[in-house]
């Protein structure tokens, strides 16, 4: 094992036996209202099986996460936190592929942005769709794209969010001349069609049954900075320092090589492909781009709409950033390897 990997795992082994400590000892969770739903959900989901299609609820995460549920609040809090250690793991593999200086520092940027600390002892979807999506990514890097694309597929029914990242890996798809992968990126939604029409009589009861339409005057609107003005509460003042640089380090990174990306313009796929396979220490820019750094800001901007028109039921609640926190992580550690180097 290498010395980065023992740091590694050292880290992460520290900061997951803290938080572990942090959810027993505590007398109570994060949060009283939506992260106590989805626990009572996922837990009498086996008593109750049509929970289990509930759309609210979000069904992937109530089946995955009922098990755990089964063992109390603290049970599912504990899930929270097996899904921010293995999102932890995942980023690293990726840091690894990226190049990135110093991975082993992704426990501590991971587990201490403010928001995503307090999300984890609780019974909410954000660390689910964390862990999903980064590992989604990974699989992806690795060249496994028949499981990647399955897999990220049914993020939309840890959160609805999900469906926002299914175009990109769509891009990536073609990029790397797997067309024939793209229908499987609607997996999650056939299948849970067709359960869900044998059990409702409506195939598209997904649509029909959507929970976030309307109650704009309920829910109310706020500002379109909503989120970044609250930097603090969400990252911490130092770590939103690193989160800038890690932005500003790679599209720098970018404008440099501004050659090699010309396929950010008007040139077609097959040739996008030649471009970048000659691209060296480069070969996962696209990826970083589009599935690290894209999924980040479309999932924030997305956000900042939702609160500002105050559509799709949104509170501007600061939590809801702690969904994509892991990928906000390698941002943040670009940060760190750019000021190191």
Known sequence: MKRE???????LATVSLL??????????TFDKGDGIQHYLIARYSWKHPELLLHHWGKPAFTLISSPF??????????FNLLSATLSAWCAYRIALRFSIAMPWLLPVLLFFSNIYFAVINSGLTEPLFGLVLIASIWLFIEKKYLISAL????????????YMMLPLFAIMLLYRGRPLYLPLLGTGFAVYSLVGGMVYGDLFWIIHQNPYTGAADIYGHGELLHFIKNFDLIWGTVLFMIFLLGCCFFFGHLWTNRQKISWLGFSGIPSLRRREEKAG???Y?????????????IYFIAHSIFWWKG?????GLLRVIAAIMPAGALIALRGISGISQ
């Open 151 to 162: 897999l990220v597929s049914f993020l939309p029914f840890v959160r609805s969010e999900g």
């Open 281 to 283: 220490d480069d070969h």
């Open 311 to 315: 559509i799709y039921g949104s509170l």
């Open 19 to 28: 938080m572990a400590y942090i959810i027993l000892a505590a007398e109570a």
């Open 69 to 78: 549920a089964q063992l109390g609040i603290k049970g599912i809090a504990l």
């Open 5 to 11: 990997d023992r740091i590694f795992y050292f880290l």
């Open 285 to 297: 820019l696209p990826e970083e781009l589009l599935l690290v750094y894209g999924s980040f800001g």
